[in-house]
């Protein structure tokens, strides 16, 4: 039987850093307590289902969940329970920031059932840090990572980017060292994106910040891989890398096509099928419209036959185990092979995939280069 994922959004943050783009503002105590009231009635009075649906991952993303009180934490995961049905080993993940937490805090947290923590440490460096505009030191990386192992957590992914302004391959390598040092069961590492009106994409217009350096933005990526590999981490999808065992199976619900349920502003929600749906995107108006018994759902779409291989391609190609082609033909009775026969040629002497009878799979190079790769079948 297939199983679902619930995400829920927290869009709270101690500062808004200066590369971000996500829908996440400043922590405010009593929107933050109205928001959680909304989101268990969003949660619980949700009409896509008529019987309750086997859930096995839950996710706490944003924002920064880690701010919000262990009582308002158990008030969702309380409205959770009551309209689904949580398996007993569901995987239950929360974002976290480094100096946001206590051992107070993280073991009401862990004695929630939250077993997984998804950390932002972003980089060990207190320059590179400051530049990005977050408000913790590497010093409280190290202390919120023991933290949380002394609170029990065994099972903590990190988040690292690369490709900085001003950062060298140098400062890039001693990041590695340092959170392989950690020996976290999971790592999530990005190249940063610069987005159009983020502080920090003003500060490069005006030569504060220098550009970052593509080349060696996929120096690092490759670096990464070799570092993480000879150090027992296996890769499994273009941006992560874990120890044996310790995939995302939340996130791992996304790239194979999974019914995953979204809560909260600007969640996104799929039913596994044909349907794709999203949530208002500004916590107050979300927050407003719960308490006035409306619906947050802005967008709803239905993906024509097309679209649905498409993005079953691409999603699928962000895994490094690649696409299954007779399951793709068992899913959608056609030949993945002979539908892109000329642009599979193509990219294959490109070195850009990998293609037998079996499988389709990205190489290295097509891993850094993915979005041209995708682009092919959008
Ligand atoms: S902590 Fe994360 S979500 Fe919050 S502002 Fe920084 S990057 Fe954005």
Known sequence: MQ????????????????????????????????????LADEITSNTFMEDALAVDTIYFGGGTPSLLAPSQVARILEAVKKRFRVEKDAEVTMEMNPGTVTLESL???????INRASFGAQTFDDLELKRLGRTHTAEDVRRTFS??????????????????????????????????????EHLSFYILEVHAGTPLA???RRGAQPQPDDDVAADMYRLMLERAASSGY???????????????????????????????CSAHSYDGRRTRWSNER?????????????????????????TARAESIFLGLRLMRGINLEEYRARFGADLRAEYADDLTRLNEAGL?????????LTTSGALLSNEVFSTFV
């Open 3 to 38: 199983r679902s994922g619930i995400y829920i959004h927290i869009p709270f943050c101690r500062a808004r850093c200066s590369y971000c783009d996500f829908a996440t503002g400043a922590y405010e105590s009593g929107l933050a307590e109205r928001y959680v009231r909304a």
């Open 107 to 113: 073991r009401a947290f862990r004695a929630q059932d």
């Open 147 to 184: 933290l949380l192992r002394e609170a029990g957590f065994a099972n903590i992914s990190f988040d690292l980017i690369a490709g900085l302004p001003g950062q060298t391959l140098q400062n890039w390598s001693r990041n590695l060292d340092e959170a392989l040092k950690l020996r976290p």
């Open 202 to 204: 003003e500060q490069i």
């Open 234 to 264: 296996e890769h499994y999808e273009i941006s992560n890398l874990c120890l044996r065992g310790y995939e995302s199976r939340h996130n791992t619900k996304y790239w194979t096509g999974e019914a995953v349920y979204g809560f909260g």
């Open 282 to 306: 500004d916590a107050a108006r979300y927050t407003e419209l719960m308490e006035n018994g409306r619906n947050a759902i802005v967008e709803t779409i239905e993906l024509d036959e097309r």
């Open 353 to 361: 995939i990998e293609l037998d009878k079996h499988l389709l799979k």
